[in-house]
């Protein structure tokens, strides 16, 4: 896992950790206080570290759960990348055109897998929807239509951390931002 200002890093990594033949190795991140928290949630396996870099080369894990302010996904991608190992951001996957862009075109050189969590995907209810859908418990399906939103985390969906509401109410960290 790459920086966890992104609170999804503390419900990703519950479903990380309780995943069968799924083994989170490391985490890292340069704010001592969150790696601190992280440590308390993960196994004496897990490795943390403050810089991405050294993670990447002494771990050499499979893939890279980036959880950052959504501008600065790309950087964190690209450092993934150049040691060809696959990524997932959380949506969005960028803030702009070009960093989007950058991103793709990083992973295609690479030859790796990158990936954009659409992690309303994997709330129980909808895991449940999915479940019964594909049993044909339901019935056959012959078409879905949804629709959905939120006002933010600040609207009572709960917040973890100050940094999160920080970053994600500000239009240049966030891409869209909510409305305040």
């Not at 799924?22 to 308390?40: K, N, P, S, T």
């Not at 950052?68 to 803030?95: G, S, W, Y």
């Amino acid at each position: 896992m790459a920086n966890l200002l992104h609170d999804h890093a503390w419900w990703f990594s519950d479903h990380v950790l309780q995943t069968p033949d799924v083994e989170l190795v490391g985490v890292a991140d340069e704010r001592e206080h969150l790696l601190d928290r992280m440590r308390q949630k993960c196994p004496p396996s897990v490795r943390f570290y403050r810089e991405l870099g050294p993670m990447l080369d002494e771990l050499q894990p499979d893939g890279l759960i980036v959880l950052a302010p959504n501008n600065q996904h790309r950087p964190l991608v690209e450092e993934a990348a150049r040691r060809k190992i696959h990524c997932v951001t959380d949506q969005p996957m960028a803030t702009n055109y070009a960093d989007a862009l950058a991103m793709k075109e990083a992973a295609g050189r690479a030859g790796i897998k990158l990936m954009v969590n659409p992690y309303n995907l994997w709330e129980p209810n909808n895991v449940e929807l999915f479940r019964r859908a594909n049993s044909r418990e339901i019935g056959e399906i012959y078409e879905v239509t949804a629709t959905r939103g939120m006002k933010g985390p600040k609207m009572g969906l709960g917040v973890f951390t100050r940094e999160f509401v920080k970053w994600l109410y500000a239009p240049r960290s966030a891409g869209m931002g909510f409305p305040v």
